[in-house]
């Protein structure tokens, strides 16, 4: 499947709105995986972190319904936390990489830029071996070039079909009636990639509780109708 996903040379987030302005599932850029093809998979995805605790309380929350996912890790946090990256892998879920301090990628000189990516992959491969082969831009902010940056280094570039609007909400109630309605309103035959962050890039150890919360009840919810979930590794395509 990784195979595929890079051979295929594969948030919109507050502060970014001319890249925000752009659909998520858009090819403009360049290849980008935004969903699956088989409608019983869903996927999970988990910015900004690791975070303490509230990466370990999903990774609980998961292991509990056999759910795979996958973590947009920034590398700096991954320098601090090694422990939780390793956690992450040891139930089954992917890592990808989401750069080293999250900058905005709009306006990063080239060099930068690569710095950036090879500087996380760095950090993922002292906590963990190696990363999967997948990135993630923070901000959303897509340009050819960071597009081609990343697949030069093999990564698969993910971006996502359902935005949970996670970051700002006001109550876990709020973040589950975003993914509810957008899943109920897709009219396609699809998996969804569901946008949800565990932490923050503004700083480590951001209140993630109601994201958490949310995910009890949509885990529950979707697995009540069959889902599978899935991280992006093993999401058909
Ligand atoms: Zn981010």
């Not at 962050?197 to 009540?224: C, I």
Request: proline share 4%; hydrophobic share 40%; charged share 20%.
């Amino acid at each position: 499947m990784l195979g595929m996903l890079t051979g295929l040379a594969a948030g919109v987030a507050a502060g970014c709105a001319g890249c925000a302005a752009v659909r998520p599932t858009s090819q403009f850029f360049g290849p980008t995986l935004a969903y699956g093809s088989d409608p019983g998979q869903m996927a999970f995805t988990f910015d900004d972190g690791p975070n303490d605790p509230h990466t370990l309380h999903l990774l609980d929350l998961l292991n509990k319904y056999n759910a795979k996912a996958t973590f947009f890790l920034i590398g700096k946090y991954v320098r601090k936390r090694p422990d939780i990256v390793r956690t992450i892998k040891q139930g089954g879920h992917a890592v990808g990489n989401h750069t080293y301090n999250h900058p905005n990628l709009l306006f990063t000189p080239l060099d930068r830029l690569q710095q950036e990516l090879e500087d996380c992959n760095k950090a993922l491969e002292d906590a963990v071996g190696a990363g999967d082969p997948l990135f993630r831009s923070p901000f959303a902010c897509r340009r050819r070039r960071v597009l081609r940056a990343a697949h030069a280094l093999g990564l698969a570039h993910v971006m996502w079909s359902v935005t949970a609007y996670d970051w700002n909400a006001k109550s876990s109630q709020a973040i589950i009636t975003n993914v509810v309605r957008r899943v109920a309103a897709s009219r396609r035959r699809r998996a969804e990639v569901i946008l949800l962050h565990d932490g923050n890039y503004v700083g480590f150890g951001a209140d993630r509780s109601f994201t958490v919360e949310a995910m009890r009840v949509l885990l529950e919810k979707y697995s009540a109708q069959g889902k599978q979930f899935v991280s992006i590794v093993e999401l058909a395509v």
